[in-house]
């Protein structure tokens, strides 16, 4: 391997011009060198080794730190070995401890008492969401949970479970305190898991007004015949009546009177 000598930056300020000498003066041999993030990490100390392969130099740079601050945001192993150009076994060793700490803080959130508009409410949140699922006609059984923690270090709470062929999610912030903490709905699709009125029916209004209208209607066409009749007779009685030629002959009045 020629060692090189730098002599000094080429004009245009992007290339280091060096010299490798011969085996005398005149054989001597100029060279460019363009100065890129390589270069300038290996001046640094940064730079991998020849023959090392560049991935493990990735690895080297992504810390345990690092690792777990990821997964503890949510990301999953494989998005963060492939992020970070490194093996799924270098990040599994550090990421299984996190990965616990998701897993019990969703199952902590099923035990605490989703808030409603009146307050936290009596049963927990895996009570609330199973009898909602069962109300809609689905299972249970197919639901799965899980937690990330955001920057303001409140946790997000997911429950994932499937309708049909469509994959469906909700998510809650959970609060952990006493009696198991509060789950605060997040969006429309946690809101109607733990609305108290999803599935109550309505009541039948359309129908009572239609045999109200029935039963007045009906009474109406009897009343009106008994007051035409009433009023004939009224009429008939007040015409006077005339006398036959019997009564006129032997002097009788109309009010029978003789």
Excluded at 167 to 186: E, K, L, Q, S
């Amino acid at each position: 391997m020629r060692e090189l000598r730098a002599i000094g930056l080429d004009v245009d300020g992007k290339h280091i011009i060096c010299e490798s000498a011969g085996d005398g003066e005149d054989h001597a041999e100029m060279f460019r060198v363009r100065i890129d993030d390589r270069l300038r990490g290996a001046v640094r100390g940064e730079g991998h080794r020849v023959g090392q392969n560049p991935g493990d130099a990735a690895s080297s740079m992504l810390r345990p730190k690092d690792i777990q601050a990821r997964i503890r945001a949510g990301a999953s192993v494989e998005q963060v070995a492939a992020a970070a150009g490194v093996d799924v076994a270098r990040v599994e060793r550090f990421a299984h401890p996190v990965l616990l700490e998701r897993s019990r803080a969703a199952e902590l959130a099923t035990a605490a008492h989703p808030v409603l508009s009146d307050g936290p409410a009596v049963p927990t949140l895996l009570e609330v969401v199973t009898s909602a699922l069962v109300t809609r006609g689905l299972s249970s059984d197919g639901t799965s949970w899980d937690a990330w923690r955001n920057d303001d270090g409140r946790w997000t709470v997911q429950l994932a479970w499937k309708a049909g062929r469509s994959d469906n999610v909700a998510h809650f912030w959970f609060t952990p305190g006493a009696h198991g903490g509060t789950v605060t709905a997040v969006d429309d699709a946690a809101m109607e898991l733990i609305d108290p009125g999803f599935g109550r029916p309505l009541r039948p209004v359309a129908a009572v007004a239609e045999l109200e209208f029935e039963a007045s209607a009906t009474p109406a066409v009897v009343e009106e015949e008994p007051v035409q009749q009433r009023a004939g007779t009224r009429a008939r009685r007040s015409k006077p009546e005339v006398p036959g030629w019997e009564d006129v002959l032997l002097g009788v009045r109309s009010t029978g009177q003789r």
